[in-house]
């Protein structure tokens, strides 16, 4: 039904981990996660409204706003700071060298700490253009944080994964491995820290 571990937060498509298309790039798959699931978990979802607890807490919206805020106001601060563009463009380029298609344990072990450097980075980047409506600016340097966080999300469940499955080959690693590694691989951010875990298959679907 596309329930996550997380208290109310549904998940549907290439991120649901419901073992239909395996390893591969979906594509065009995509299809099925999204109307078949959809659905599913629009039913479960519609089922659940008359439970009680559903109803907004104010309190948790606002600390997250509040935190929102200082973050933004940090990034306005610095007019000085790192611009946005220079850690992506780096960004990219670790992403594009070493955690391709083809991969290997000294490349993405490399890309991990690049990344991690890149992080720390981010800490200094900050605005040039000064606060008003429709300033995009910040969305990029937000989006950058997102960024950040799913690289280092690829090169690390990339790096743990020792073996080649669908179309994630590792060169070092050639041979698909199911007695150990048929399982989904999940990350979870604990503070600045990634932590991963792992999810069975289910192969009856």
Known sequence: TG????SNLYAVGECACVSVHGANRLGGNSLLETVVFGRLAAEAINARKSEAHLG?????LRKH??????QVDGFLSR????????????LRDV????????RQEKELAE?????????????????RMPPRPFQFEILHVLELESQLWLAEVTARGALARKE????????????????????HTLAHRDGQEIALSYAEVDTGL
């Not at 007019?79 to 780096?90: A, M, S, T, V």
């Open 164 to 183: 080649s499955r669908g179309s994630h080959f590792r060169t070092d690693y050639p041979v698909r491995d199911d007695a150990r590694w048929l399982k």
């Open 95 to 102: 992403c594009t060298t070493h955690i391709g298609i083809f």
């Open 111 to 127: 890309a991990v700490a690049r990344i991690g450097e890149l992080r720390e980075q981010f800490r200094a980047v900050g605005c």
């Open 65 to 70: 706003l509040d935190e929102q805020c200082r």
């Open 3 to 6: 329930k996550t571990e997380v």
């Open 79 to 90: 007019r000085n700071g790192i611009l946005h563009h220079q850690i992506r463009d780096r």
């Open 56 to 60: 907004m807490r104010e309190s948790v």
